[in-house]
């Protein structure tokens, strides 16, 4: 493994089925995941923004954790772009490519945001 893979951080996209069907975005900062539960999934086009609800932090063990109720939907490594008190712009590096998206934070919840403007 090169220095870059080491540097990298990672990321998970989790699809639970129970209660009710949703999917967790997790970024890898600080020695933890930290999550967010995006009941529609990721947004497939920018003209969609997704309710994007941030959940308590994960340990790092969670990257490629399942069980009967939850499945990994993607993982790789995540960079970020841009970021303020109001907005975390980032891509996603994926098993099925890059995808460059934005958090962004409503007051109490989130937007995750699919950006025009793709890697």
Do not use: C
């Not at 490629?64 to 841009?82: F, L, P, Q």
């Amino acid at each position: 493994m090169t220095a870059d893979e080491h540097d990298r951080l990672a990321f998970v996209l989790h699809d639970h089925r129970k209660p009710q069907p949703h999917f967790d975005l997790r970024l890898e900062e600080d020695g933890v995941l930290r999550s967010w539960a995006v009941p529609k999934g990721l947004p497939t086009t920018s003209s969609q923004d997704r309710l994007a609800v941030a959940v308590p932090d994960h340990d790092l063990d969670h990257v490629d954790y399942s069980d009967a109720d939850k499945s990994v939907a993607d993982t790789g490594w995540w960079e970020e772009v841009d970021r303020n008190d109001r907005r975390l712009v980032f891509v996603l590096h994926g098993r099925t490519g890059s995808r460059r998206y934005a958090l962004i934070r409503t007051g109490r919840d989130w937007l995750l945001h699919l950006t025009r403007d793709q890697p």
